[in-house]
C-alpha cells in the first residue's frame, strides 16, 4: 500500500484533500468509507472497560471511525494538536461553556454573537447554573480587560462576528485571558481556517460551524472544537459521551468531503465577496456596508493583521428605505436566496428587522434593520445584477 507524506508542513490546500484520508484496508478503495455501525465488536473480556471512554472503537457516541477521519482533517488544517467533531455548531459552543464553567465562575462574551451563544451565555448557563457573564463590545480590547474579575475562567469572541461582521484582536485579548488565568475560546464560523487560524495567535480554544464554509455545500450540519488534547479531551468526555452531542457518521462523511474544496472555495467567496460589498458602498440607495475588506469598516485594520488570505464571504448592510422596501427589495431578488445559514455554494440573505430583541448592542447604523448576506460561488456579474435590478424595483 502506497505511503502518503502529508503532515503539518505540507500547504493549506494538500492538507484539505489528503488530511484523514487513506486507502481502505479491505478493498482497496482509495477513499475512506462511511460506517454508519453504531457499535464495534468487544474483546474477550470487557468486563474492564470504562464504558465513557474515547479512546478506541466502542460506540458511536464515545467516537467514530468517520468522526476521527474528519478530527485528523481538521486539527491538520488548524496546525492544532486535537480537534472533537459534534452534532452542531452549537453543540461545539455548548462543550466549551459546559466543560469550562461551573457555578459562581464568571465568563466576559462578545455582546453580539451567534444568537445560540448568547442565549447561553446571556440566559441558560446564568439562569439555570450560576455562572456569570458580562456582554461587552471586545472589538475594543479595552472593554474586555475592564470586564475582567478575578473569577473570570473564560473569554468568548466571535471574529468576524455574526450578524454585526464585529472584528476582535485576537492577539490582543489573548494576552489578557492569559495574564488573568482565563481561557480564550474563538468562534472562527465566519472566517474558515483558510482565512483565519485563531490558535495562532493565542486563543486557547477555535470553535467552527463545520455546518458552514467547512462542509460549504448546505446539506449537514456539524460542529468542531479545536485545540490542546487536555482541553479537547475534557470536551470530547463532557460534551459528546455524556452530553450526547455526537455527529451521525454520514455528516462527518459529508463534510470530510466539502472540506477537500475549501480553499478553491474561500478564494471565490473573498472575491466575489470583496467586489460586492465595494459596489453596494457605492450605490446611493445602501445605508451602509460592514464587512472587514473594506477600507472604510471600523474592523479593517485588525481584520488586515489576523485574516491571512481574505475576508470571507459575510457582509451587513441596509437600504435608506423602511423596513418593508427591505422585505420588498429580497422579494425582487432572482438568484440570491431568502434564507438563514451562510458559507453555502449558493448566495444567502436575511433581512434582520428593527425590532430585533438584541438591537441595543448593534452599532447605531444597523438600528433601522440590516441584512445579513452570504455572497455565494455564483458569478459575481450574475450576484451584481440581480442587487441592481431589485433595487431599480423599489
Ligand atoms: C451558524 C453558526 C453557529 C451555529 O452553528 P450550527 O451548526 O448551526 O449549530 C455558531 N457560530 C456562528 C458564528 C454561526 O454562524
Redesign the pocket.
Known amino acids: 500500500m502506497q505511503i502518503k507524506n502529508i503532515d503539518a508542513m505540507s500547504g493549506f490546500a494538500t492538507r484539505a484533500i489528503h488530511g484523514g484520508n487513506e486507502t481502505d484496508k479491505e478493498t482497496g478503495a482509495i477513499r475512506r468509507p462511511i460506517t454508519m455501525a453504531n457499535s464495534y465488536e468487544l474483546p474477550y473480556d470487557p468486563s474492564d472497560i470504562n464504558w465513557s471512554s474515547t479512546g478506541g472503537n466502542l460506540y458511536t457516541r464515545n467516537g467514530g471511525a468517520n468522526q476521527v477521519y474528519l478530527q485528523q482533517k481538521l486539527a491538520l488544517l488548524h496546525g492544532t494538536e486535537d480537534c472533537v467533531v459534534l452534532a452542531?455548531?452549537?453543540a461545539a459552543?455548548s462543550g466549551v461553556f459546559f466543560a469550562f464553567l461551573k457555578s459562581g465562575d464568571h465568563a466576559v462574551v462578545l455582546d453580539t454573537t451567534?444568537i445560540?451563544a448568547y442565549r447561553l451565555m446571556h440566559e441558560l448557563l446564568p439562569e439555570k447554573y450560576g455562572v456569570k457573564t458580562t456582554l461587552v463590545d471586545a472589538s475594543d480590547a479595552k472593554k474586555v480587560r475592564m470586564a475582567i474579575k478575578p473569577d473570570t475562567k473564560l473569554i468568548h469572541i466571535?471574529t468576524p462576528a455574526?450578524p454585526t461582521i464585529r472584528v476582535c484582536d485576537i492577539r490582543e485579548i489573548a494576552k489578557l485571558a492569559h495574564e488573568h488565568g482565563a481561557l480564550l475560546s474563538v468562534?472562527n464560523?465566519?472566517a474558515s481556517p483558510y482565512n483565519q487560524l485563531p490558535c495562532d495567535y493565542g486563543a486557547d480554544l477555535t470553535v467552527e460551524?463545520l455546518?458552514?464554509y467547512i462542509n460549504g455545500h448546505g446539506d449537514a450540519?456539524?460542529?468542531a472544537v479545536l485545540g490542546a488534547k487536555p482541553l479537547i479531551d475534557k470536551i470530547r468526555a463532557e460534551a459528546m459521551v455524556n452530553l450526547g452531542g455526537a455527529i451521525s457518521p454520514f455528516n462527518a462523511w459529508l463534510i470530510m468531503r466539502g472540506v477537500v474544496t475549501l480553499p478553491l472555495r474561500m478564494r471565490q467567496h473573498n472575491k466575489n465577496a470583496q467586489k460586492i460589498a465595494e459596489f453596494l458602498e457605492s450605490q446611493p440607495q445602501v445605508k451602509f456596508v460592514a464587512y472587514p475588506g473594506l477600507e472604510s469598516f471600523k474592523g479593517h485594520n485588525i481584520a488586515k493583521k489576523q485574516m491571512k488570505n481574505g475576508y470571507g464571504g459575510v457582509m451587513a448592510f441596509a437600504l435608506n428605505a423602511d423596513h418593508d422596501a427591505h422585505n420588498r427589495f429580497v422579494s425582487h431578488l432572482r438568484v440570491i436566496t431568502n434564507a438563514v445559514s451562510?458559507g453555502h455554494d449558493e448566495s444567502l440573505i436575511v433581512f434582520l428587522g428593527e425590532n430585533d430583541e438584541r438591537q441595543y448592542l448593534y452599532p447605531e447604523e444597523f438600528h433601522g434593520g440590516f441584512f445579513r448576506f452570504s455572497v455565494g460561488l455564483e458569478d459575481a456579474e450574475d450576484i451584481i445584477a440581480d442587487i441592481k435590478q431589485a433595487l431599480a424595483k423599489l
Open positions: 452542531t455548531g452549537v459552543l451567534y445560540a466571535e455574526n468562534d464560523t465566519f460551524s455546518t458552514k450540519l456539524g460542529g451562510l
